[in-house]
């Protein structure tokens, strides 16, 4: 008994590949037919035998064997980004007259002079001090506004830019192709 192993599969392949090469099926699309390989490089390559590689080998054509593409339609959605405006933040200086109310003190001395009570009177020699050059001195002091612009800060602005975000839904008619079987069957 023959052990059927790669190298029997190739002779057998070999023997099947020759015969088709000489009686090719007719087909639409040409068809590369492949020539005997030796051992070496067939072992390298053993997925070489497919179906759609060599349709002759398994007397197959066009006619038996047809594929159909069905399309379908999707919504595709694309957004695009455009500049609808833009907004200036700045500053300016106005004038105005400010007033302000300042209470200042201001002294001043009043000398008064009377006559004692019941008029004037005698005083004794002891009583009586008579001295040159005695002086009476008061201070007197007056306020004035001392009035000076400066500068605070009254208020702070921040200007930031925020995203709002919103879904837009569209909707259409899509398409798409189904397969209707009829079968004949006598």
Do not use: W
Request: proline share 4%; charged share 40%.
């Amino acid at each position: 008994m023959e052990q059927i192993d790669y190298d029997y599969e190739e002779r057998v392949h070999d023997v099947y590949q020759t015969q088709t090469r000489q009686t090719p099926l007719e087909t639409s699309t040409p068809v590369e037919t492949s020539t005997p390989v030796d051992a070496s490089l067939a072992s390298s390559d053993r997925n070489r035998y497919k179906y759609e590689n060599e349709p002759n080998l398994y007397q197959a054509n066009e006619q038996n064997h047809q594929n159909l593409k069905l399309y379908e339609e999707r919504l595709v959605a694309n957004k695009s980004r455009f500049k609808t405006g833009e907004v200036s933040v700045g500053k300016r200086v106005e004038t105005e007259t400010a007033k302000v109310s300042v209470p200042v003190e201001k002294e001043s001395v009043i000398i008064e002079r009377t006559t004692p009570q019941g008029g004037a009177r005698t005083v004794s020699p002891g009583e009586a001090d008579f001295r040159e050059g005695e002086v009476a001195r008061m201070e007197v002091y007056e306020e004035t506004a001392d009035v000076k612009k400066q500068p605070i800060l009254r208020e702070e602005v921040k200007v930031k830019k925020v995203v709002d975000r919103d879904t837009v839904e569209a909707k259409d008619t899509v398409r798409r192709e189904e397969l209707d079987i009829d079968r004949n069957d006598k």
